[in-house]
């Protein structure tokens, strides 16, 4: 008898080390600066108030470690670039639960959520799949420099910030090539 597996679901935490040269006080103020001057989409379009961001190489950076760690670490599965936006948080203020797959569209829609703390603290609560399991949940915390990466299929989100500091949480979306 033969196990075949036709698709996994995973979460896996790491930390950005401080030797890859990313300032998260300045990731912070490209964001919020973004977050300033920006015009949101109607609410059709970005129903979860997600930050599109201008181009900056540092968020990059980030997507390059996360690329090769998943390569070395995980039997050499490579990720393609998908997109990168933003949420942020004040106090008081939590997220929408969401998960990253446009329903309308599923082969086009990313594969891996990689989410990134760059500032502030807090918790965020990833669903099971709806089957059997659908009442459960796991809830990890949140603090700058922590990555985690799953599925875009799971729901997420953050639980209310209870601190005065923003958080501001990179959310990058990846193919599986």
Same mark, same amino acid.
């Given at each position: 008898?033969?196990?075949?597996? /036709?698709?996994? =679901? $995973?979460? &896996?935490?790491? $930390? ?11 990731? !912070? ?5 973004? /977050? ?6 109607? =609410?059709?379009? !970005?129903?979860?108030?997600? *930050? #599109? *961001? ?15 760690? &998943? ?7 490579? *990720? ?6 933003? !949420?942020?948080?004040? =106090? ?7 998960? #990253? ?10 594969? @891996? ?12 609560? @990833? ?13 990890? +915390? ?11 299929? =799971? ?5 209310? !910030?209870?601190?005065? +500091?923003?958080?501001?949480? /990179?959310?990058?979306?990846?193919? @599986?090539?």
């Amino acid at each position: 008898m033969n196990k075949q597996t /036709l698709s996994e =679901l $995973f979460i &896996i935490e790491d $930390f950005l080390p401080k030797e890859a040269n990313v300032k998260n006080s300045e990731l !912070n103020s490209f964001i919020l600066n973004d /977050l300033a001057t920006s015009s949101f989409e109607p =609410l059709d379009k !970005n129903r979860y108030g997600d *930050l #599109n *961001l201008k181009f900056r190489k540092e968020y990059n950076w980030i997507f390059d470690y996360v690329v090769g760690q &998943i390569y070395v670490k995980n039997n050499k599965m490579q *990720l393609r670039y998908e997109g990168v936006s933003a !949420n942020v948080e004040g =106090l008081g203020q939590s997220s929408f639960s969401r998960h #990253n797959v446009n329903t309308f569209d599923i082969f086009n829609s990313p594969d @891996i959520t990689v989410l990134y703390c760059v500032n502030g603290e807090g918790e965020i609560v @990833i669903e099971y799949p709806e089957n059997i399991y659908k009442e459960k949940f796991i809830t990890l +915390d949140m603090e700058p420099r922590k990555i985690i990466i799953f599925n875009s299929g =799971l729901k997420y989100y953050f639980l209310k !910030n209870n601190f005065k +500091d923003v958080r501001t949480t /990179l959310c990058y979306k990846a193919r @599986i090539v």
